[in-house]
């Protein structure tokens, strides 16, 4: 296909961008620069494409955006080799943020079995939740696509739009040549307001059932395995048969948002969809994964065989999702180095004493009172090209470079650590 879209050194406002910013990855819109050096999004008003570009207002990197170890100015060279010697005298680091793309991935695996170190995401308790339902009992999820051409009943156990604003499109919600008649259903939470007034759709919002949202799809579960529930809410009950006798029913949910020990409420969200399938059609459709979260989690499982929360210890491979959530080994003190990876926002680390390695936008704030080796870093689909997972998990969408900016990728930084790791 020769077009822009294939052309990475095409001109921003000339090519269709790859938005990195969340996992519905929309890769419909342009982006223009304007004369102050700031980027402005074309063909959408999406809030967090918006705020994403709004981090790089100028033409190029500033000046300051250069390593730094212990705030002295130093090569990638020399800031490699620090954070190197760091990671080298320590008995167990940790390697968390972990916000970048396939590539940086792959090369933070390589450095965690070199350390061994280890590895947990930002979001990892989100990760952890949808992990753990799938590991217990499996699930039947879907698309992006086959929710647009075949979902006639959404039933929503969060609201989308409020951190994926371009769901519904993205979904054709509205559009009735796809499917004529749509109808969502919000359990315990108010409708998204973008759907208002838009053409084929049915909206609706129905309580928990003892306003608990564990006891509402249990029931819910229940009812669409015919089973008997004294006392169900009616209107759960009316929910069930509808969910029965629609062509294609999809559940929406984030587990980010899920309540303490929403692995519970994810498995029986799965059991639901099992039991609508030996009468009809229906799927998952967990959303999340941003900040690269379900691109590591893929990544690293597939070149370990385990998801995060695992060190390479000298032993081999341990997955302990519990004992290594990277919050309860800082506020134990379990780690003794942290390396903190953000290549998407300029949000600070943890807060802490312990030696840093920070790989991060170069707007990143420093920490103060702690050694620091700090390496900026360009942001995937902005200052490089890349590769994301999208949040459905089985599409990995390619990312142009819309302003490449002279840094190093977080590979590039990983793998010159990698190298000085082993010739220290």
Do not use: K
Request: glycine share 8%; proline share 9%; charged share 15%.
């Amino acid at each position: 296909m020769d077009d822009a879209r294939d052309d990475p050194s095409a001109p921003a406002a000339e090519a269709p961008w790859t938005c990195p910013f969340c996992t519905l990855l929309c890769d419909g819109y342009g982006v223009a620069a304007q004369a102050d050096g700031s980027l402005q999004l074309l063909g959408s008003d999406c809030p967090r494409a918006q705020r994403g570009l709004a981090q790089f207002r100028a033409a190029s990197p500033a000046p300051a955006a250069t390593p730094l170890v212990n705030g002295a100015p130093a090569s990638l060279e020399e800031a490699a080799a620090a954070a190197a010697a760091l990671l080298r005298r320590s008995r167990l680091p940790l390697l968390g943020g972990l916000a970048t793309d396939v590539a940086g991935a792959r090369a933070l695996y390589r450095l965690a079995e070199r350390s061994g170190a280890v590895s947990d995401h930002l979001h990892g308790e989100a990760l952890f939740t949808a992990a753990r339902a799938l590991q217990d009992r499996g699930g039947f999820t879907t698309t992006l696509a086959e929710v647009r051409n075949r979902a006639d009943l959404l039933l929503c156990f969060t609201r989308p739009g409020d951190n994926f604003p371009e769901f519904f499109r993205r979904c054709g919600i509205g559009d009735t040549s796809l499917v004529p008649q749509r109808r969502l259903v919000y359990l315990g939470l108010e409708p998204d307001a973008a759907l208002q007034g838009l053409p084929g759709v049915t909206v609706d919002a129905l309580p928990l059932q003892n306003g608990d949202l564990f006891t509402t799809v249990s029931v819910l579960q229940a009812l669409c395995a015919n089973r008997p529930v004294p006392g169900a809410d009616p209107a759960l009950v009316a929910l069930s048969e509808a969910l029965i006798a629609a062509h294609y029913a999809v559940l929406v949910w984030e587990p980010a948002r899920l309540p303490a020990q929403g692995a519970l409420v994810a498995e029986c969200l799965h059991q639901t969809v099992n039991a609508l399938n030996h009468v009809t059609r229906a799927a998952s459709l967990p959303l999340g994964g941003n900040d690269g979260a379900g691109t590591v989690q893929q990544v690293f499982t597939w070149l370990s065989g385990l998801p995060l929360r695992t060190q390479a210890s000298p032993l081999g491979l341990e997955h302990d999702p519990l004992r290594f959530e990277a919050r309860r080994l800082l506020a134990q003190g379990d780690v003794d180095a942290l390396l903190w990876v953000n290549a998407f926002h300029p949000e600070p680390p943890p807060e802490g004493r312990l030696p840093l390695v920070l790989l991060g936008h170069p707007g990143t704030p420093l920490p103060a009172g702690r050694e620091v080796v700090f390496i900026p870093v360009a942001t995937p689909g902005i200052g490089h090209a890349a590769h994301l997972f999208r949040t459905d998990g089985t599409v990995l969408m390619p990312l142009r470079a819309l302003r490449p900016d002279g840094l190093p990728s977080v590979a590039a930084a990983v793998a010159a650590i990698g190298n000085a790791f082993e010739t220290a």
